[in-house]
């Protein structure tokens, strides 16, 4: 297939498939980031420069006019003019102003194009300077630069600059914006910044009142400054005074919010990692819980995973180049191709081994164990012992802010991949065929084989499904963690006490587990550390089990087990 | 008075043994023979290396006298796993855990009696020097002595393997998951010993030992005592295994392996049980540790791992389980073959150690000694003992 038909293609899947992505995410508040508003064309900033660089006398109409524009060019070409790499020049009995870009390249500034001069038009040329009144007014322009930007985020980010640096001379500008900003996102970090430089430049009330602003605002940053001014209040004895009320009040507020926030953040980085743990472990409930075979070797499935997303990756830059829009998409398309691989890898294995050892579970763990050993053995062989790079696709790269808390799109992806592969494998147990098959010889495989569902090939196909599930969550991993020989060694432990708790091959059991292993992990990892926060889940898991010995939803059955 | 009555089954013998019963080692005459040949054979290892020729077929090396020791130690290692596996039917993934812990044990009375050698001359082991203590932690102080030191290396292990055995057991934890929990306690004892500030070394653990009992770990002799010692350390195991196997103990430990549910129905505390049976695996995986200490010269948190637990399950297995010689004859054959190939083929050895997982399971679920009673059971005329020593 042409190329260029594919991308294109891939454009228009794309641009449908982020507007879901997007809504179905909820963030309304991310839409309009992505919305430019209210910004002066930016188009002839160029222009206005070159008439400030060549005025005479007029300099403060051109810098006004300059104001309107927001453009990070401005401080750019500021900046060389002031240092010197600006000359004037005549053209066509036309005095223009040109720009040094290295000792051999121009361009005029009044259209930003390149231009070429011989050796004569060299010696004609003198250097130009900014004059130190142009210095004086172009600074607070130059400061402020950041608040006209056309990326909100940018805009916000130099509004908080501007406000943390306590100067009084940026109210002015800060006011101004206000009038003008409609995104709400920016209005608040406005008002933030003013709240903060006020405490330190308004007047007894207005510092009141921004004391208040903040604690409404729930301002992080703004903590630090009200902290200092109640601390200036207590030391004169004014501890009764309103501002100190108010201080008081509004640091309360402050560190209520970050409380939220933290508690937000570990409960959505458990739910990330509760659903990679999902993932995995879902092929391990199904292979461990419907067939009773240990897969101790599920861990290089995984790994099967993470490398297919590799070679794919590797095929993507071949083809199209790793700068192609197509390139952002490899991740995708790798999902299915590494189920594919590791389903088909597995049916090679079930037939070849696995298939000599069902109801004997203990030698499965070895025989798998095995396995393992060869498949890790055989990683390293082929693609070394190091890991191999992986990258993200840039739409996956950035953050979603939710109420201060940063969110990246690559945990909410694998979030959303985990509910995928829940429905699908649910859909796949309860309404298809095979399904209705697995569950019965998972029930009774006599009385299933009796009954005529051919057991060995629903057997192969249950092993399969189990190994692909494996390689998905090994794929999704390659977005955040390290791909190499060992990778699936880290969470196979975890993913096994899943399938424990959860009860064994009870599929809701397992989501229930790995959330809340997952949670607990992240919930005990601030205050215990990596490694005393899994050891601590450990034990948890244990004493869980002295509880409810069969996990959280035991098979209720007459039958003795043994 | 429950956990009396179990414990004195271990000291009678079931009315159905007849026959030859010394210390009940064994109700088999030729048996006794083989043991005290295999001991006399040992013994003949530090024999030839104090007294035999310098070059030549029968040069031993000193190093090849450590070697040897650290196999005996993995065979004892085997042994204790055997015991619970082949015997009891729980296949426990934290046996390495056990004998890391007994090593662990021995190493601190070793670091100990560094003392003002070690590379900072300080009382404290260096290791403690470099992350910064100003003092002995309060629970290294008792390892000065060796006889304390001993006891732990015995007691420790059992004690982790008596608590948590408890608790597993307790709450009727079996068959495979009893496997993937201990293997997940292994996991959670390594990446606790991998951190510094567990006071065990981190990382790097304990090495640069320089004596033991005033005795220098660096001479031939001392090697050669450390030889003797794990020979007899082996033999010992022997006769704990076998002679428990031998009790009323025993068979009702057999009985478990082959139907809990049945034994349980008949009035036994299996918990009970298991749970010694346990405890008395861990002990002896922890003495062998000890011993593999000081011959190997360094005990680290890389050899508690549950790759290593799984390791131990091989050399059983590769053996034969259940089968008294099966575990020392599959510690020493892998040992041998990965020494052999870790040289030859350093890329392949994890791939012959895989192959050789499948491979038995799959076709030698008896390992070594199944085999040799099959091939035996064709030619009767042919059996020799040669082939179980072989």
């Known amino acids: 297939m042409d190329p260029a038909l594919v991308a294109f293609l891939m454009r228009i899947i794309s641009r449908t498939f982020n507007t879901k992505l997007l809504t179905g995410i909820l963030l309304i508040q991310c839409a309009l980031c992505h919305f430019v508003v209210g910004q002066v064309e930016s188009a002839n900033w160029h222009s206005v420069f070159h008439g400030l660089i060549l005025a005479d006398g007029d300099e403060e109409t051109f810098v006004k006019d300059l104001e309107v524009f927001g453009d990070p060019g401005i401080s750019d070409l500021y900046e060389a003019w002031r240092t010197g790499d600006v000359y004037s020049f005549e053209q066509d009995r036309e005095k223009i102003a040109l720009r040094q870009m290295s000792s051999s390249s121009w361009i005029k500034i009044s259209t930003g194009e390149a231009i070429e001069l011989s050796s004569s038009d060299l010696e004609s040329m003198s250097k130009l300077r900014a004059s130190r009144g142009v210095r004086r007014m172009m600074k607070s322009l130059i400061d402020t630069l950041g608040l006209k930007a056309e990326d909100p985020i940018v805009r916000q980010e130099s509004a908080m600059k501007l406000g943390l640096s ?3 001379e940026f109210l ?36 009141l009142q921004s004391v208040e602003t903040l604690g409404d605002l729930k301002s992080v940053p703004g903590r630090d400054f009200v902290q200092k001014l109640y601390d200036t209040e207590i030391e004169s004895d004014r501890s009764e005074s309103a501002l100190s009320q108010a201080s008081i009040n509004t640091i309360s507020k402050i560190e209520a919010y970050i409380g939220r926030v933290e508690f937000i953040g570990n409960f959505f980085r458990g739910l990330s990692l509760g659903s990679v743990l999902l993932i995995v472990s879902f092929g391990l409930a199904i292979t461990f819980g419907l067939m009773g075979i240990i897969n101790m070797a599920h861990g290089e499935f ?16 071949s083809i199209w180049g790793i700068d192609s829009y197509a390139f952002g998409w490899y991740f995708v398309i790798s999902l299915p191709i590494s189920f594919a691989v590791a389903a088909v890898i597995g049916l090679g294995l079930e037939k070849s081994v696995i298939r000599f050892l069902y109801r004997r579970p203990l030698e499965s763990l070895l025989c798998t164990w095995g396995l393992s050993m060869i498949m890790q053995q055989g990683f390293r062989l082929i693609f070394g012992a190091a890991n191999v790079q992986v990258n993200n696709p840039a739409w996956l790269l950035g953050n979603l802010s939710v109420g201060g808390f ?10 959303a991949i985990a509910v995928v592969v829940v429905i699908l494998t649910w859909l796949l147990l309860r309404k298809t065929n095979l399904g209705l098959h697995i569950r019965a010889v998972m029930q009774n495989r006599d009385m299933a084989s009796s009954l005529g569902i051919p057991v060995n090939k629903v057997n192969s196909m249950t092993f399969a499904l189990g190994c692909g599930l494996a390689a998905v969550g090994g794929s999704v991993l390659s977005q955040i963690g390290n791909v190499g020989p060992s990778m699936g060694q880290a969470y196979i432990v975890d993913c096994f006490m899943v399938v424990v708790i959860g009860s064994v091959g009870n599929l809701l059991g397992a989501g229930i587990s790995a959330m809340g292993i997952g949670s607990i992990d992240q919930f005990l990892q601030p205050s215990l550390g990596p490694v005393m926060g899994k050891i601590t889940v450990f034990f948890l898991i244990i004493i869980f089990l002295q509880w409810r010995p069969g996990g959280l939803f035991p098979t209720r059955s007459r039958s003795l087990e043994d | 008075m ?8 271990s000291f009678k013998k079931p009315r159905r043994l007849t026959g030859i019963n010394w210390m009940y080692l064994s109700d088999n005459k030729k048996e006794i023979g083989l043991f005290l040949m295999i001991g006399v054979l040992l013994m003949l290892i530090p024999g030839m290396n104090a007294w035999g020729p310098d070059s030549g077929v029968f040069a031993v090396s000193s190093f090849q006298v450590s070697l040897w020791g650290k196999y005996l130690t993995y065979a004892v290692l085997a042994m204790s796993l055997n015991l619970l596996w082949g015997y009891t039917g729980l296949l426990c993934l934290c046996q390495s855990l056990f004998f890391a812990l007994g090593g662990y044990m021995m190493g601190m009375h070793l670091m100990l009696m560094i003392g003002e050698r070690g590379a900072y001359q300080n009382v404290l082991p260096d290791f403690m020097v470099f992350l910064g203590y100003t003092e002995l932690p309060t629970h290294w102080v008792p390892f000065y002595s060796f006889w304390f030191s001993s006891v732990a290396v015995l007691c420790v292990p059992g004690l982790v393997a008596l608590v948590f055995g408890f608790l597993a057991f307790r709450s009727r934890i079996k068959g495979v998951y009893f496997s993937i929990l201990t293997q997940a306690l292994t996991y959670a004892a390594c990446l606790l010993f991998f951190r510094n500030d567990f006071t065990f070394g981190g990382n790097n653990g304990f090495t640069d030992f320089k004596d033991v009992l005033g005795l220098d770990l660096n001479l031939a002799s001392t090697q050669r005592i450390l030889f003797i010692l794990s020979v007899l350390l082996l033999l010992l195991a022997y006769v704990i295994t076998s002679g428990l196997l031998a009790t009323k103990f025993g068979k009702i430990q057999q009985a478990i392996r082959d139907s809990e549910n049945r034994v349980s129905f008949s009035g036994y505390s299996t918990t009970s049980f298991k749970l010694i049976i346990f405890t008395l695996s861990a002990m002896i995986a922890g003495a062998a540790g000890a011993l593999y200490v000081p011959q190997v010269g360094i005990i680290n948190p890389s050899e508690m791992t ?40 350093p890329d392949s050895w994890f791939i012959i150690l ?12 008896d390992g070594i000694v199944g085999l040799y009673h099959k091939i035996r059971s064709k030619f009767p005329q042919k059996a020799s003992l040669k082939a179980i020593t072989a």
């Open chain 1, 302 to 317: 995984v790994a099967i995973g993470g490398y297919t997303t590799y070679l794919v990756q590797t095929w993507f830059i």
């Open chain 2, 2 to 9: 429950e956990a009396w009555r179990i414990v004195s089954y």
């Open chain 1, 166 to 168: 306590q100067n009084s």
């Open chain 2, 306 to 345: 549950p790759a290593k637990s799984l390791d131990v399950v091989v050399w059983v297995a590769v053996g034969g389980r259940g089968t008294k010689w099966g575990p020392v004859i599959g510690a020493i054959v892998v040992n041998l073959l990965k020494s052999f190939a870790t040289r030859a083929y």
């Open chain 1, 406 to 415: 940063n969110m990246s799109y690559t945990r909410l992806f694998i979030m």
């Open chain 2, 354 to 365: 895989g192959m050789l997982f499948v491979i038995v399971v799959l076709f030698l679920p």
């Open chain 1, 172 to 207: 002015p500008a800060l006011r101004s914006r206000l009038e003008i900003e409609t995104n709400k996102n920016v209005q608040t970090s406005i008002h933030e910044a003013l709240a903060i430089s006020l405490l330190a430049n308004g007047s007894p009330e207005e510092i």
